[in-house]
């Protein structure tokens, strides 16, 4: 169950407003992820990492170029193509209890199939280490768990493309490597294809088979760097693996930009 | 927000100023310093009430000034919803009843009872619409702020998924609201209040607001005052009763 | 772009058309709905499908509001209606903010007053408007009194719950830089809950002409709501129709301009 | 010069009723004897006895019904002089108007059916009544409805209410238009030469200023003897559109009855019997005490 | 300018509301930061960590045992204790622009030193990198930028210990960097006292000299771990550091518990 999703010479313009100045946000841009590929993208805040999400997810439409899911042009939200949201707080139905959030993309199923995606359900509830929290409310559990509700109901929606923005950034330091650990987990159970943004590189590198680096604007794309890590991956050792570090240099490196040199404090304040 | 229901960190002081003010009002009627005729002493007013209660014609006017509140209550908070929600979604409806809604809702209420009495009559149809009136607007005003104040993160979540039009309304957008619309609608239960009252007085044969015009018409201070308690216990039943209904409705008020 | 889809646009792209033009753009369909609701009234008075002294056609409104205009009339007792909106209004204000913070800040005096407060709130201006006669007259004091008495709520309301909702953060924040109790409560406390003693405050300024009106409807000798009721016995409907158009147009107008006072006096409202 | 007048706030109904006292303040009857009249207007009157008790006014123009009904609870309210009375039939433009093509003849006609009043229980109400039973019918059986005077017509017109308890201007007018027709005048049918209104003070304001109350009452003889004199002199009309914003077209509808210069006490004893009657007292009041001798 | 922060045997226990159990925050606690120290704090959420740092900001008084500043014991807020919130955005007061919000401890200077207190001012502005910006409002800036105008106005009020809780988790990576090495440059600067508590372990090695592991509840003292990196300290070199990659190793594993196996999934999911 998983996909292709290709950007096709991609560029965005968002138009001024008030006399002010159209705002290119993408000019472009080609990249891919095949199927059952793990992509990071990173790049400097505001250069448009999450606007390509959302083009990706048929939320915006690119104004140049066009974004293909396998061979079709995404033009509106297309089944499958799943959206995690940094803000779990906001992404979830305050008013449902988790069941019911993990539940609400099988919805539209009918009746009579209810009480075996319920079950469904659950079990994913039980994947993300939620099992015996069916019936509490998002406020009622703790950040990270928020987030796992959320990681939950993008399983159940049976995603051939999942897109993460920044999913773990707004979790403490511990819980985010929790996450990051589960995600790999179900990612290598499911194969769907993933597209995760992020500012951390350290967290793109554990992740990813590539990771593509986004410039400041006017946004291009910089580089494709592959991660030959072996997998499965693991927070402590894979992090201390030499590999690790050298890649981790160049992309931090390079997202600082070619005229800023790595060994100099200035550069970074 | 402070509400009767929570005590503020007060708990059981809350009985303690209204006794203290209660007992010199009635001492100052026993000392002679109030007229009796024009502020009767409490426990004169409790003796009213309790003559009312005890001949059972509490019963009619109260009934008839809750029925009309609810349904105009009921009414205007349908109504109000429902244009709010239509305004917030659609930007051609928004177009079409903005100007319309901008000219109504500047109007006090009161200034168009000559209006509805020629088209509605003088009675029912006249007091439900004064109270649909008054209190769609404050609905309708927040259901649309709190429509469109809905984090887009929210609803791109729920278009992710991909759901019809009318689902993304009544799964998402209303239960996503629905805090605001509540706050709209505590402000008309207020104003709703005051009109039903408003109304009694202006276009009734019966209710809680023609007994207390009429009592006074005919000096009956006394029965006047045991039927402006029976409104205040009303009104903060009334409020009870939603403070109640919120909090079962929206428990995640304030936690997300 | 479908219904839906427009709730999903960022803030930016919604953000309100600028230019006199744009604004009739979006609105062209509501001004013509307006436009044919008024025409259908001239009609229905003209043609006689409305039959009653009380039914005038708009064109006579319009020209009596014009009238009244010339004639300065309309203008005092407007100018009375918002004397007493006003002096009422400042009187609530300064008591809902006081007792606002003060009761938001002491549990002593929350314990003393919180409960009257509660007890009155619940109160329907008309109910109390025949007893007060008795008390207050039926001149200025019942007045400005009802309107208070109206306006205070929600300025209270808003007030109070705004300083308990002041960010620990920011107190905190204060103490550590050892700040006086008083400076707290001016240099942050107070700047923190403007915005919403604001929301309070707008909310009480529509309240308090509706109150004024109303009150000057049941015991007035002069105002607004007074002659709305006048020219009904006058019989001279054209005149009450423009009244209440006058009206409206303060209201609206007020709205506006509390706004606007808003955005410039506070800009940090709704920002922090 | 202003200063040294003494100030007597008075509650009015901006109707033809007052016009007497308007007629002494604009000719300065008042301030001849030293007093300044503050009048304050108040739409249907209801604000004027419950502003004398609680002292807002020194004298309130009021109907007799509302007087007795207050000093039956014990307010000390005293009549100190006529204001309106009904004598010549002719003159009495009040009357119940029903649907000409209605077939409603008399108050046995309206059983079952309703009569709009302006308030319950006041004079209006009580006089309503007092025809229907004269007419034959039962007033128990007749619903009485509030309607405020100005829509009183279209009230009848629409159906809402089968028979109007109308006033002028509005009857006028109303007749006017046609389609209407007065099926009675209870005032002058039940009771000719009922005295319908009056002015009021308190036994206080009595005790404090029985100067002033006494010249008032002089000042306010003199405006009802220029008053009954200029019956159909034009000023007179101009002088009443001064006071109620009513056009001067539209007052030449209405016949300008005789004012009365006393109160006449049989007249309201007739009235006290007939509240008596319709329960609205529950015994006779000691009109010696409510009428104050100044009145007669 | 700067002085010792010491916890003498500190215990703290809240108590239980409406029937609650009272609960015990910390338990015998005795922990201190020398003159001039860097130390951090990392332990789970929940810990007790910000309580930790309130009592020695004296915004809570400790249940039993003394927080010593110097040889005083800290009753209430003593002058050059100052406290950094994670949440600039709340700990900023919005209706002051920039430089008025970093006046702010200064204002009840004398009138007469005003105008030298306001060049003060606007020097700490530049130092952290936001000269120009004096006359923004706190909500016209990023998230980085607002957390600078806490730093510069903490600054302002002349610290003699720092107290920083959390300060860049709400920032993205990138900036996170950017910040921490603007507090390493200040910190050697001024050389205050500085305790910094956290929930990334990288954070706290790279920027501490020394780094106290704390238990989850109850709460007490795992571990006192000396961070023998040379200063001064730069992001790409230190990061890569065998020692720095040995001390994370070391300290992760501490904060996941002696019961965990470092190199298995499950550990961290
Ligand atoms: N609807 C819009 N209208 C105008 N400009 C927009 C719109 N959406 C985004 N932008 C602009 O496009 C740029 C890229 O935005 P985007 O949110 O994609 O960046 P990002 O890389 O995700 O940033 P961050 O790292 O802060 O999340 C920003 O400068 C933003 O201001
Ligand atoms: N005023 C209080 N009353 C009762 N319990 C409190 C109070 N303040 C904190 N606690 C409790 O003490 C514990 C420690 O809180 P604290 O905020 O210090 O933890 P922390 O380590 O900073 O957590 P985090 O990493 O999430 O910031 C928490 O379980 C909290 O619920
Ligand atoms: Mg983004
Ligand atoms: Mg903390």
């Known amino acids: 169950m998983s996909e292709r999703l290709g950007f096709d010479h991609v560029t965005k313009v968002f138009e001024g407003q008030r006399g002010e100045a159209d705002f290119v946000a993408f000019d472009d841009v080609t990249l891919q992820a095949g199927p059952s590929e793990f992509l990071a993208v990173v790049g400097p805040s505001g250069c448009g990492k999450s606007t390509l999400l959302r083009m990706a997810a048929g939320l915006v439409s690119p104004t140049a170029g066009k974004v293909l899911l396998g061979d079709q042009p995404v033009q509106e939200p297309p089944p499958g193509v799943i959206y995690l949201f940094q803000q779990y707080a906001k992404s979830l139905f305050a008013w449902r209890n988790v069941i019911d959030n993990v539940m609400f993309p099988l919805e539209s199923a009918p009746r009579a199939r209810r009480g075996e995606l319920r079950r469904q359900c659950q079990d994913y509830l039980r994947q993300v280490g939620l099992a015996g929290f069916e019936e509490k409310y998002p406020w009622q559990l703790s950040g990270g768990m928020q987030q796992r509700v959320a990681i939950a109901r993008a399983l159940a929606a049976n995603p051939r493309v999942l897109l993460l923005d920044e999913p773990f950034s707004a979790v403490d330091a511990l819980t985010r490597m929790e996450l990051q650990s589960l995600l790999l987990q179900l990612w290598e159970r499911r194969r769907f294809t993933a597209i995760l943004v992020t500012h951390d590189v350290e967290e793109a590198i554990f992740l990813a088979d590539r990771v593509a680096v986004l410039s400041a604007r006017p946004t291009a794309l910089k580089e494709i760097i592959d991660v030959d890590l072996p997998r499965p991956r693991d927070q402590l050792a894979t992090r201390e693996h030499p590999r690790f570090l050298s890649l981790r240099h160049h992309i931090t490196a390079s997202l600082l930009g070619p005229n800023e040199k790595t060994n100099e404090h200035a550069a970074l304040v | ?256 | 772009m479908s219904a839906v889809d427009r709730l999903n646009v960022s803030d930016r792209e919604r953000s309100e058309p600028r230019s006199s033009r744009e604004w009739l753009g979006g609105r062209a369909s509501g001004v013509l709905l307006i436009v044919a609701l008024l025409s259908l009234w001239e009609l229905s008075s003209r043609l006689g499908w409305v039959v009653s002294a009380y039914w005038p056609p708009v064109s006579q409104i319009l020209a009596a509001a014009f009238a009244q205009l010339m004639g300065g009339e309309i203008l005092l007792s407007l100018a009375a209606t918002m004397r007493r909106a006003a002096i009422g209004y400042a009187a609530a204000s300064a008591a809902g903010i006081v007792l606002g913070i003060v009761l938001a800040r002491s549990r002593l005096l929350r314990c003393g007053l919180l409960p009257l407060i509660e007890i009155v709130r619940p109160m329907p201006t008309p109910a109390i408007i025949p007893p007060l006669i008795l008390f207050l007259g039926v001149d200025d004091a019942l007045k400005i009194f009802i309107v208070a008495l109206a306006s205070f709520f929600p300025i209270f309301t808003t007030t109070y719950a705004g300083v308990a909702a002041v960010d620990d953060t920011l107190i905190q924040t204060a103490r550590t830089f050892r700040t006086s109790w008083a400076r707290t409560l001016y240099a942050v406390v107070l700047p923190a809950v403007v915005p919403a003693i604001a929301a309070g405050l707008r909310t009480a300024t529509g309240l308090c002409i509706v109150v004024a009106v109303l009150s000057e409807m049941i015991a007035g000798s002069s105002g607004i709501g007074y002659y709305l009721i006048e020219t009904q016995y006058a019989m001279r409907p054209d005149l009450m129709y423009a009244a209440v158009l006058y009206l409206a147009l303060t209201g609206y107008a007020l709205n506006r301009v509390f706004l606007a006072i808003e955005m410039r006096a506070i800009p940090w409202m709704g920002k922090s | 010069q202003a200063a040294d007048l003494e100030k007597i706030r008075v509650s009015i109904i901006p109707i033809g009723d007052v016009a007497p006292l308007f007629a002494a303040i604009q000719n300065g009857y008042f301030r001849e004897l030293g007093l300044e009249i503050d009048t304050t207007p108040s739409a249907g009157g209801a604000a004027g006895i419950p502003g004398l008790v609680g002292g807002s006014f020194d004298i309130a123009y009021g109907n007799v019904v509302s007087a007795l009904l207050a000093a039956q609870q014990g307010l000390d309210v005293k009549v100190i002089a006529a204001g309106t009375n009904v004598t010549d039939p002719k003159l009495d433009a009040t009357g119940i108007f029903v649907k000409s093509d209605g077939g409603i003849k008399s108050g046995k006609d309206l059983e079952g059916k309703s009569i709009g009043v302006n308030t319950r229980n006041n004079v209006i109400w009580l006089y309503a009544r007092a025809w229907v039973k004269a007419t034959g019918g039962d007033p128990e059986r007749v619903t009485f409805k509030e309607v405020p005077f100005p829509q009183m017509e279209d009230a009848l017109r629409q159906q809402r209410v089968d028979a109007a308890f109308m006033v002028p201007p509005f009857s006028a007018v109303a007749e006017q238009k046609g389609g209407l027709s007065k099926v009675g005048s209870p005032y002058s049918d039940i009771q000719p030469g009922v005295d319908v209104g009056q002015y009021i003070t308190t036994g206080k304001v009595l005790a404090a200023k029985p100067e002033a109350v006494r010249k008032f009452v002089t000042g306010l003889r003199k405006g009802v003897e220029w008053y009954n004199a200029n019956l159909t002199n034009e000023a007179l009309l101009t002088l009443i559109s001064g006071y109620t914003k009513a056009d001067v077209a539209l007052l030449k509808l209405v016949p300008v009855p005789t004012a009365p210069l006393r109160t006449d006490v049989s007249q309201v004893r007739k009235t006290m019997d007939m509240m008596i009657d319709s329960k609205l007292l529950p015994a006779p009041l000691d009109l010696d005490k409510i009428i104050d001798s100044q009145a007669l």
């Open chain 2, 1 to 256: 927000m402070p509400r009767s229901s929570e005590p503020d960190g007060i708990g059981y002081w809350a009985g303690v100023s209204p006794a203290i003010v209660l007992c010199i009002w009635e001492l100052a009627g026993r000392l002679g310093w109030t007229n009796p005729i024009l502020l009767p002493n409490p426990t004169q007013i409790v003796a009213a009430l309790a003559a009312l209660v005890a001949s059972g014609g509490i019963l009619t006017p109260l009934v008839h000034t809750v029925g009309l509140f609810v349904v105009g209550f009921t009414l205007a908070a349908v109504i109000g919803t429902g244009i709010g929600i239509a305004m917030a979604t659609s930007r051609r409806l928004y177009g079409l009843l903005e100007p319309l809604v901008e000219m109504l809702r500047p109007i006090p209420k009161p200034a168009l009872v000559p209006v509805l009495f020629l088209f509605l009559g003088i009675g029912k149809a006249t007091m439900i619409a004064l109270v649909v009136l008054a209190g769609m607007f404050p609905v309708l005003i927040s259901t649309y702020q709190g429509v469109r104040g809905l984090d887009p993160v929210l609803l791109e979540t729920a278009r992710t998924f991909q759901i019809s039009r009318s689902r993304m309304i009544a799964s998402i957008i209303l239960p996503a609201s629905l805090p605001m619309i509540l706050a709209g609608m505590r402000v008309a239960l207020g104003l709703g209040l005051v009109l039903v009252i408003l109304a009694e007085m202006l276009a009734a044969q019966e209710g809680i607001g023609f007994r207390i015009l009429d009592l006074e018409r005919s000096f009956q201070i006394r029965d006047m005052f045991a039927w402006i308690v029976v409104l205040v216990l009303l009104g903060a039943a009334m409020m009870k009763v939603f403070d109640v209904a919120e909090r079962n409705l929206v428990p995640w008020r304030g936690r997300s």
